[in-house]
């Protein structure tokens, strides 16, 4: 497959609303949030993304992962994950955008969202699923356009509906399975993915899990104790809850996240590997080597060129570009 020449550096795409109307959020046709809502480059974002694709052609690529454009689909992009359109044709849809800050009051909804990107970035939509995402986001649309008063209430509760059925097993509830669905008092709808986690460690492990996307988890100086300390537990308090709510280690998703930025950074950029081992938390670019070799069983070097990625000559180490933002009408 074709793929965009390798950039020197990620660039790092912002979200600026507008004034008068100066929430962090954003939300419109692929048409009207910009030209940006379609970039054909490996970027990453500050805020988060949902897109409800209803018509195009072409792959949505999400942290070197291809995934085919077979509307109607609903993606959701955490920030800090790259993504870019390739071969992209007639796409078109709606598009939402917003930072954590809209979902300060809504943690349980923030974490949701994570999981989703990372569990659930790209789903295939039935004819049900289409026309009830569908619904909601022409709703958000028209909330977000009239701006009356309460207009943000009404948004974060429409979104929290959007995030709780995207959460859904394909085809549950009546019909589906032949049972119906499961009577509680929606306290905790969608407030996890594995649903056998108990609440304080779900809360927890969401919290890691945030952490680990922010830039103290690349520090080479990061390490489990210390992420638990700024937490405010212990680090066995933490590995227990972890372990309950993912079925994984603390230290574990530690290596995962600093791997997947490797694997980022070697498939969209022409940084030396070097320079990808410093970014990634690594000190010692011999060390790196044998780490990712130890984790993807191929070297570097060899993952560089198996993405079909133009490497190009041995090129900046600068960090990663800014680039004009995301805004709510006019770019994306």
């Known amino acids: 497959m074709a793929v965009h020449p390798a950039r020197p550096a990620l660039e790092l795409h912002r979200l600026e609303v507008p004034s008068p109307h100066l929430l962090p959020f954003a939300v419109g046709t692929f048409d009207s949030i910009g030209p940006l809502s ?18 195009g052609t072409g792959l949505h690529v999400v942290d070197t992962r291809p995934l085919p454009v077979t509307p109607p689909n609903l993606g959701v992009l955490a920030a800090g994950q790259v993504h870019h359109w390739q071969g992209a044709r007639g796409l078109d849809g709606y598009v939402l955008l917003l930072e954590d800050a809209f979902l ?10 994570r999981r989703l990107a990372a569990e659930r970035t790209w789903t295939a939509l039935g004819p049900r699923e289409h026309a009830e995402a569908a619904a909601v986001v022409t ?23 959007l995030l709780v059925r995207a959460a859904r097993p394909p085809g549950a509830g009546r019909g589906a399975g032949g049972g119906a669905a499961r009577a509680d008092d929606g306290a905790n709808d969608g407030a996890d993915l594995r649903q056998d986690a108990p609440e304080s460690a779900t809360g927890l492990a969401g919290r890691y899990l945030n952490a680990l996307e922010g830039p103290a988890a ?25 372990k309950r709510a993912t079925g994984r280690t603390p230290g574990a998703l530690l290596r995962q996240a600093r791997l997947l930025e490797a694997k980022r950074l070697l498939a969209c950029t022409r940084l030396t590997v070097a320079a990808v081992a410093r970014a990634s938390g690594f000190t010692d670019p011999a060390y790196f080597c044998r780490f990712f070799r130890r984790e993807t069983g191929t070297t570097p070097g060899a993952f560089r060129a198996a993405a079909r990625i133009d490497t190009g000559p041995a090129a900046s180490t600068t960090p990663p570009a800014e680039h004009p933002s995301h805004t709510g009408g006019d770019a994306a």
């Open 139 to 161: 709703e958000i649309v028209r909330e977000f356009d009239e701006r009356r008063p309460g207009m943000a209430t009404v948004v974060r509760a429409l979104l929290h509906v």
């Open 38 to 55: 379609r970039a054909d480059y490996p970027h990453r974002h500050t805020f988060h993304e949902i897109v409800l694709v209803t018509s």
């Open 104 to 113: 300060l009051d809504r943690p349980d909804d923030r974490d949701l969202l």
């Open 218 to 242: 690349l520090d080479p100086g990061a390490t489990v104790e210390r992420i638990a300390d700024t937490l405010g537990v212990t680090p066995g308090h933490l590995g227990e809850a972890v």
